[in-house]
C-alpha cells in the first residue's frame, strides 16, 4: 500500500535547493523528501520559515556599493 | 490591494448579474462600448452571428476557427457566457437577443435613440473649442495626481474627488490630511486611460453606496465613450442620476460644464478615449501629450523624455516636477537635487522596495523607456540591457522558491502500481511532480482523496483476481 504525505512542495535552483539543505542540516525538521535536484517536499508549517531564511541569507551575499561607499568614508 | 488594479471593466461586467446585464444591454451605446473592449476572436465571432436569425450551430463555430486556437477560442466562449452574451446549448449557440438588436442597432443605426447622447440644438454663446477642452481635462487631471503626491499647485480637489480617492484605498486619511498609499504609487505607474478606468470602477462600487442605479451608471460611462470631442451635449436626455454624475465627472475633467446651471456639456478627450483601444495604449506622458499638443508633430512631443539612465545603474532626471520625483522616487534611490534635475541609483535595495509594494520590474521598466530623454532615444537600446535585465532578475530574486500544498506518494509495491496510479493522477490533472525513477509523486490538495479512493479500487481489484 502506498503512503500519503502531506507537504509543500518546492521548485526552485539547484543552488537554493542546497541553501534549503543547509537550513534543516541543524535541525532535520523541515525536509520531508529531497525529490530530486530542483524539488523538495517540505513541512507545511516551515515554508514561512525557509523563505526568512533564504532571504537573508541571500541578502548578505549581495554586493551593495552604497554600504560600500559609506563604510569607506566612515574611516 | 494590487489585485485590483487588474480588475478592468470586463472583469467588472463580468461578475454582474445576468438581469443587470439584460438591462445595460439595452442601450445600444453601451452594447457598442462593451463589443469594442472585447477581445479580437469574441468580436469576430459576434460578427458572425448578430446578422444571422438562426442560433449557430457549435460546429460553425469550430469551423471559423483554427484548431491550433482551441484554447483561445475556449476562453473566448468562456468570456462572452461570463458576459451573458452567449447561451449555449448542446449544439446551438444563441446570442443574447437583447444585446444582438441593440448591437445591430447600434452598428447599422436606423432606431431613433438618444443613448449616443442628444447634440445641442441651439448655439451656445460662451462656445469653447478644442483646445481650451484639451487645457481643462490636463489641469483637472493633473491637478487630483498632484494632490495625490501631496505637491500643492494652489488647488485641492473637490470633495467628491478626496472622498473617492478616500474610498479606493489610493490615499489613507492621516492627522487630519489624505497619505498616498502603495497602491496610490502603483496607481501613478499607470496611464491615463487606465488611471480613469480605476477610479471610474471605484466610481461605480462607491455609487452603489450611494444608492445610484449601476446601469445608469455604465449607461453614461460608455455613452461618454462614444461621444464627439468638441461637440457640446444637451442635459434633456440624462436621468437625474445622470445629471448627477456629470458634477463629479466634471471634477476630474472628463466633461467640461461652464456652469453647473448650463443645460450643456462637452465631453473632453479623457472622454472620448475611454472605449476606444488606441488610448488604452497611451502612457501616461503621451496620452497628456495627445491631450495638450494634439495638432504639434511627434518630434516634439517626443522632446518631453527626461531620464538618462547609465550603464552603472546611475539615473539622471531632468526635471523639477514633485509628481515625477515621486514616481522615481518609488524605484530609485534618490541622492541629490538640483535646480533643474535630480540624481539617484538604481540598486537592489530601492528596486526590491518598489517590488515589495506591488509594483512590477515591467512597470518600472516601461516607465524608465517611456520617459527616456530624447538622446537615448536614438540609441540602439533606448535603456542599458544592463540595467534593464537586473531590474528584471531583481523580481526572479523576490520569488526564488515556488511552494504549493500537496501530498507525496511514495513506497509503491512495485512499478506497475506506481505506473497506474500516476497515469490516473495525470488523467485527473492533479499531477504536481513525478520521478518515476524513485517511484514517487506528487498530486495537489484536492486531488489527493480521489487517488486515495483509486489505489484502495485497484488493490480490491488485485486481490479479488489473484483469488
Not at chain 2, 485641492?156 to 489613507?172: A, I, R, W
Amino acid at each position: 500500500m502506498p503512503k500519503a504525505t502531506r507537504g509543500v512542495l518546492i521548485e526552485c535552483d539547484p543552488s537554493i535547493k542546497a541553501l534549503i539543505v543547509n537550513i534543516d542540516s541543524s535541525q532535520h525538521n523541515i525536509i520531508l523528501d529531497e525529490l530530486d535536484d530542483t524539488h523538495l517536499m517540505i513541512h507545511p508549517s516551515m515554508v514561512e520559515v525557509v523563505k526568512q531564511k533564504l532571504n537573508k541569507m541571500l541578502a548578505e551575499n549581495t554586493y551593495n556599493p552604497n554600504e560600500e561607499a559609506a563604510k569607506a568614508t566612515g574611516k | 490591494m494590487t489585485s485590483q488594479f487588474k480588475n478592468s471593466i470586463n472583469d467588472y461586467l463580468e461578475g454582474l448579474p445576468e438581469a443587470v446585464l439584460t438591462r445595460l444591454y439595452q442601450s445600444p451605446a453601451t452594447c457598442l462600448a462593451v463589443f469594442r473592449l472585447l477581445p479580437a476572436l469574441a468580436r469576430t465571432l459576434i460578427m458572425g452571428m448578430i446578422f444571422n436569425p438562426d442560433p449557430i450551430a457549435v460546429a460553425d463555430v469550430d469551423a471559423l476557427v483554427k484548431p491550433s486556437s482551441q484554447r483561445l477560442k475556449l476562453e473566448t466562449q468562456k468570456k462572452l457566457r461570463l458576459l451573458h452574451i452567449f447561451t449555449e446549448t448542446q449544439a446551438h449557440i444563441i446570442i443574447n437577443p437583447t444585446f444582438k438588436k441593440n448591437l445591430r442597432a447600434a452598428l447599422v443605426g436606423g432606431d431613433q435613440n438618444i443613448s449616443f447622447g442628444v447634440p445641442c440644438d441651439t448655439e451656445d454663446k460662451h462656445k469653447v473649442d478644442v483646445a481650451f477642452l484639451d487645457a481643462h481635462a490636463v489641469s483637472q487631471w493633473e491637478m487630483i495626481l498632484h494632490f495625490m503626491v501631496g505637491t500643492s499647485i494652489g488647488r485641492t480637489p473637490s470633495d467628491g474627488v478626496l472622498n473617492l480617492l478616500k474610498h479606493s484605498g489610493l490615499m489613507e486619511p492621516e492627522r487630519g490630511g489624505l497619505r498616498i498609499t502603495n497602491a496610490g504609487f502603483q496607481f501613478l505607474l499607470q496611464d491615463v486611460n487606465a488611471q480613469i478606468w480605476t477610479l471610474l470602477l471605484q466610481y461605480l462600487n462607491m455609487s452603489e453606496y450611494l444608492q445610484m442605479d449601476p446601469v445608469d451608471v455604465l449607461n453614461f460611462i460608455f455613452m461618454l465613450g462614444s461621444l464627439e470631442l468638441g461637440q457640446d451635449y444637451s442635459l434633456s436626455a440624462l436621468s437625474e442620476t445622470q445629471k448627477h454624475m456629470l458634477e463629479d465627472l466634471r471634477d476630474y475633467g472628463i466633461v467640461y460644464q461652464r456652469k453647473a446651471s448650463s443645460r450643456r456639456f462637452y465631453p473632453t478627450r479623457l472622454a472620448t478615449t475611454l472605449t476606444s483601444e488606441t488610448a488604452a495604449l497611451r502612457t501616461a506622458s503621451q496620452s497628456m501629450e495627445a491631450a495638450t499638443q494634439d495638432t504639434i508633430s511627434s518630434s516634439v512631443a517626443a522632446d518631453s523624455g527626461f531620464i538618462i539612465l547609465e550603464t552603472n545603474f546611475r539615473l539622471y532626471a531632468y526635471t523639477e516636477s514633485p509628481l515625477q520625483i515621486a514616481v522615481l522616487n518609488l524605484f530609485v534611490n534618490l541622492k541629490t537635487r538640483f535646480a533643474n534635475m535630480v540624481t539617484g541609483q538604481i540598486n537592489r535595495d530601492s528596486v526590491r522596495f518598489a517590488l515589495s509594494n506591488g509594483i512590477t520590474a515591467e512597470q518600472i521598466i516601461t516607465y524608465l523607456s517611456v520617459h527616456a530623454h530624447p538622446r537615448m532615444k536614438g540609441m540602439e537600446h533606448v535603456l542599458p540591457p544592463t540595467v534593464v535585465d537586473q531590474i528584471k532578475l531583481w523580481q526572479l530574486e523576490m520569488d526564488r522558491i515556488r511552494a504549493t500544498d500537496g501530498y507525496l506518494f511514495s513506497e509503491f509495491k512495485n512499478f506497475d502500481e506506481y505506473k497506474d496510479v500516476s497515469t490516473y493522477a495525470k488523467e485527473l490533472g492533479v499531477l504536481l511532480y513525478e520521478n518515476p525513477g524513485k517511484r514517487k509523486f506528487v498530486s495537489t490538495l484536492a486531488g489527493s482523496q480521489q487517488i486515495v479512493e483509486f489505489v484502495k479500487r485497484r488493490n480490491q481489484k488485485h486481490r479479488s483476481s489473484a483469488n
